[in-house]
């Protein structure tokens, strides 16, 4: 009995050997990659960061989803090195859907460098189609354009 315990142990341990030989490491090795380096002079090549410019201007609406006979406000201001411009002639005209309608007379920047402007719809603008509205001022005999206002008829 002693001699077929003895047995059996043996042969589990062969068959353990066999299976742990047979989930061997089938790893292989990794290749070292190439050094990348980056010349001293790319730095040289990029585009250099833009210069702020002096002038700078945005426009807004009251309301950017308006009824389409609503009567909204159209706001601009202008800022030179942030400071608003007192007394910038301000234009704005409005991008409808079959014309461009200018909004009323010249607007004249207050002290903050703001401007607004009344903008009737009237069904000017179907329902659903954005609506975009120019503001430029005008200082010292140069143009300089806003960003533009937009808003969408419901």
């Keep these: ?3 077929i315990n003895h047995f059996i142990c043996s042969i589990l341990l062969t068959c353990l050997s066999v299976m742990l030989i047979a989930c061997g490491s089938t790893a292989t090795q990794i290749k070292p ?3 990348v380096t980056i ?7 990029t ?3 833009p210069a702020v410019p002096t002038y700078r201007c945005g426009a807004w609406s009251s309301n950017n989803a308006p009824g389409s006979f609503s009567t909204i406000i159209i706001y601009a201001k ?3 090195d ?3 411009v007192a007394g910038a002639n301000a234009q704005a005209v409005a991008h409808f859907r079959g014309n461009d309608v200018p909004l009323g007379k010249q607007a004249v920047s207050d002290a903050g460098g703001y401007v ?3 903008l009737p719809l009237q069904g000017r603008q179907p329902r659903g189609v954005p609506t975009t509205v120019d503001v430029s001022f005008n200082v010292a005999g140069t143009n300089i354009a806003c960003t533009p206002a937009f808003f969408t008829p419901q």
Aim: net charge positive; glycine share 8%; charged share 20%.
């Design 78 to 80: 202008i800022t030179k």
């Design 1 to 3: 009995m002693k001699n």
């Design 33 to 35: 990659q190439q050094t």
């Design 47 to 49: 585009s250099p960061v």
């Design 116 to 118: 607004s402007f009344t």
């Design 39 to 45: 010349d001293k002079g790319f730095q040289a090549q």
């Design 82 to 84: 942030i400071k608003g």
